[in-house]
């Protein structure tokens, strides 16, 4: 008999091809969260589902779900999990770290570029049919991203790759991190450690790479932005919540930093008005991941986690190593 899953939300047709071969699969095929009522109602009965980043699992949705054994997130983040809570219900969790490492560093880069060119404004005055002729003091002089310091807040995988993509423009990286990085991965990425009060004084560019948890919640806050330079671009890819908006928002308005690049955002996906007014910053909706290539890699990475967990064998990803134990 095929085990029993649950996929919450619309994958690619080749992800759930290869899913129905192996199991018996509850399929939502539309891409909108299901409430998570119906996440607890479908999860009864089932060994194990793929979830999205907009699934809150937790001790609720869970407490129906006596048989189910993996809980397989298609996101490297898994702040949409309680894993306390999971572990408690004797369930393994997993996630896709690696797929997605150089579309995410990209999407910072390209954030990056446009917040420091002000592409996009600039973009907007010429369709707006302002532009009356070129001028040598045009009124759009950008930041010069070649020579720079690019900080890194947060130096795994995807920061790592971020810093390897700097040494094109001639650039200084610096980062911080709790841990230091190997001095191998260090040479390799050109990247020195500093001390986060020293990062945040230096930057010309500042890229969030941080988990999302209570401990990283406003890491960037109204004191944060204070001690960066006022030629300084914030450039967020990693998760709304890591930054107070509020207080970027008052930063940018009153030109105590430079510019902003944000794909998160705090209480996603509703925007917090005011970005709308602002004309330095770039907004773009979380796609961070989102090349066709990497999130089909992404969906497979989950899948891989969910055939292993459900299969007996340790799975690739596996985020609450303890269940093995248990
Ligand atoms: C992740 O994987 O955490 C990304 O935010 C999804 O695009």
């Given at each position: 008999?095929k085990?029993?899953?649950?996929?919450?939300?619309?994958?690619?047709?080749?992800?759930?091809?290869?899913?129905?071969?192996?199991f018996?699969?509850?399929?939502?095929?539309?891409?909108?969260?299901?409430?998570?009522a119906?996440?607890?109602a479908?999860l009864?009965?089932?060994d194990?589902?793929?979830?999205?980043?907009s699934?809150?699992?937790?001790?609720?949705?869970?407490?129906?779900?006596?048989?189910?054994?993996?809980?397989?997130?298609?996101?490297?983040?898994?702040?949409n999990y309680?894993?306390?809570?999971?572990?408690a219900?004797?369930?393994?969790a997993?996630?896709?770290p690696?797929?997605?490492?150089d579309?995410?560093a990209d999407?910072?880069?390209?954030l990056l570029?446009?917040?420091?060119?002000?592409i996009?404004?600039?973009?907007?005055?010429?369709?707006?049919g302002?532009?009356?002729?070129?001028?040598f003091?045009d009124?759009?002089?950008?930041?010069?991203v070649?020579h720079?310091?690019l900080?890194i807040?947060?130096?795994?995988?995807?920061?790592?790759?971020?810093?390897?993509?700097?040494?094109?423009?001639?650039?200084?990286?610096?980062?911080?991190?709790?841990q230091?990085l190997?001095p191998?991965?260090?040479?390799?990425?050109?990247?020195t450690?500093?001390?986060k009060?020293t990062?945040?004084?230096e930057?010309d560019?500042?890229?969030l790479?941080?988990?999302?948890s209570?401990?990283?919640?406003?890491?960037?806050?109204a004191?944060e932005?204070?001690?960066?330079k006022?030629?300084?671009?914030?450039i967020?890819?990693?998760?709304?919540?890591?930054?107070?908006?509020?207080?970027?928002i008052?930063?940018?308005?009153?030109?105590?930093?430079?510019g902003?690049?944000?794909?998160?955002?705090?209480?996603?996906?509703?925007?917090?008005p005011?970005?709308a007014?602002?004309?330095?910053?770039?907004?773009t909706p979380?796609?961070g991941?989102?090349?066709?290539a990497?999130?089909?890699?992404m969906?497979m990475?989950?899948?891989?986690?969910?055939?292993?967990a459900?299969?007996?064998?340790r799975?690739p990803?596996l985020?609450?190593?303890?269940?093995?134990?248990?």
């Amino acid at each position: 008999m095929k085990a029993k899953i649950l996929v919450t939300r619309a994958l690619f047709p080749e992800a759930i091809d290869r899913l129905n071969a192996a199991f018996e699969v509850d399929y939502n095929p539309e891409d909108r969260a299901l409430p998570p009522a119906e996440i607890a109602a479908r999860l009864a009965g089932k060994d194990g589902a793929i979830t999205l980043l907009s699934d809150r699992i937790d001790a609720q949705t869970l407490a129906g779900a006596a048989g189910l054994k993996a809980v397989c997130n298609v996101a490297v983040g898994y702040n949409n999990y309680d894993l306390a809570a999971i572990t408690a219900a004797g369930v393994m969790a997993t996630n896709t770290p690696g797929v997605l490492d150089d579309t995410t560093a990209d999407t910072a880069w390209a954030l990056l570029l446009a917040s420091a060119r002000r592409i996009v404004a600039a973009d907007r005055w010429v369709r707006n049919g302002q532009w009356q002729g070129w001028k040598f003091h045009d009124g759009w002089f950008g930041q010069d991203v070649h020579h720079a310091t690019l900080g890194i807040l947060g130096m795994g995988r995807i920061g790592r790759a971020v810093a390897r993509r700097a040494g094109g423009f001639a650039m200084r990286v610096i980062y911080h991190n709790r841990q230091h990085l190997h001095p191998d991965q260090e040479t390799e990425c050109a990247a020195t450690w500093v001390d986060k009060a020293t990062l945040l004084r230096e930057s010309d560019f500042l890229v969030l790479m941080l988990p999302y948890s209570p401990a990283t919640h406003h890491a960037i806050g109204a004191a944060e932005l204070a001690a960066m330079k006022p030629t300084a671009h914030l450039i967020n890819v990693a998760r709304g919540g890591i930054v107070d908006d509020g207080a970027l928002i008052a930063a940018l308005a009153e030109r105590r930093i430079a510019g902003a690049g944000l794909d998160v955002f705090e209480n996603e996906p509703a925007l917090d008005p005011r970005f709308a007014d602002l004309d330095n910053v770039v907004l773009t909706p979380h796609i961070g991941s989102s090349s066709r290539a990497t999130r089909l890699a992404m969906a497979m990475c989950a899948i891989d986690n969910l055939v292993a967990a459900l299969d007996g064998r340790r799975p690739p990803n596996l985020l609450n190593p303890q269940m093995l134990a248990a």
